[in-house]
């Protein structure tokens, strides 16, 4: 699978548990403590939205605070959906991912980018389907990629302060769990207010 059919999929990942979000999901807590529901699909929506700008070749410094804020509005599905397609437009343009991109850390790769991006897709669809009781199993090509790419990045991310503390899982845990582990992530969380995590104790991740 290319770079950018896996990039596809962690899109798909992410927004087809987002399309069925209910009314009364959007305050939920999340594995990631300090968001709730609404406050984790804000955020892909910002980075669906920053990827734009940034593969066309805009720096940070130029974008500024053009996706400050909540930008979800009235029709949060609906945002997420319509921004997940634009980044995706932007990213199979001819040459895109050939290009470099203008992070916070600098002149970076455009397919190095792409990775962490398919990536944090990738994890918060799983927080996503944990926090509102959606399905967890992700597409095992994806989690394996992923995996495949963030072994040897694990300890630079956590040293950044970009991850929480690698969780135990048990022997014999599977590669998506061994994934979520890496991330910081318990596998077997649940929603501190009893609500449709899937069981399990709670452990904050971020």
Excluded at 37 to 66: F, Q, Y
Excluded at 73 to 95: F, H, L, R, W
Excluded at 125 to 143: H, I, M, T, Y
Excluded at 147 to 163: M, N, Q, S
């Amino acid at each position: 699978m290319t770079l950018i059919e896996l990039y596809r999929r962690s899109l798909n990942e992410f927004v087809d548990r987002a399309e069925h979000l209910r009314p009364e999901d959007w305050a939920r807590p999340t594995p990631c403590a300090e968001w709730d529901v609404r406050a984790l699909v804000n955020h892909i929506v910002g980075e669906d939205r920053w990827t734009v700008p940034l593969i066309a070749g805009e720096t940070i410094a130029e974008v500024g605070d053009r996706f400050a804020g909540d930008l979800l509005g009235d029709d949060p599905i609906g945002t997420a959906v319509d921004a997940a397609k634009q980044a995706e437009s932007a990213v199979v343009e001819p040459g895109a991912i050939e290009r470099n991109v203008d992070l916070s850390s600098g002149r970076t790769p455009a397919r190095e980018y792409l990775h962490e991006l398919l990536a944090d897709h990738l994890i918060h669809a799983w927080d996503l389907a944990s926090a509102v009781g959606g399905s967890q199993r992700l597409n095992p090509e994806v989690v394996h990629a992923v995996a495949e790419w963030f072994a040897p990045r694990e300890e630079l991310y956590r040293k950044a302060g970009v991850i929480g503390p690698r969780v135990e899982v048990p022997e014999g845990a599977d590669e998506q769990d061994r994934l979520l582990a890496a991330f910081g992530r318990d596998p077997a969380w649940t929603a501190p207010d009893g609500g449709p995590g899937h069981g399990g104790r709670h452990r904050a991740a971020t």
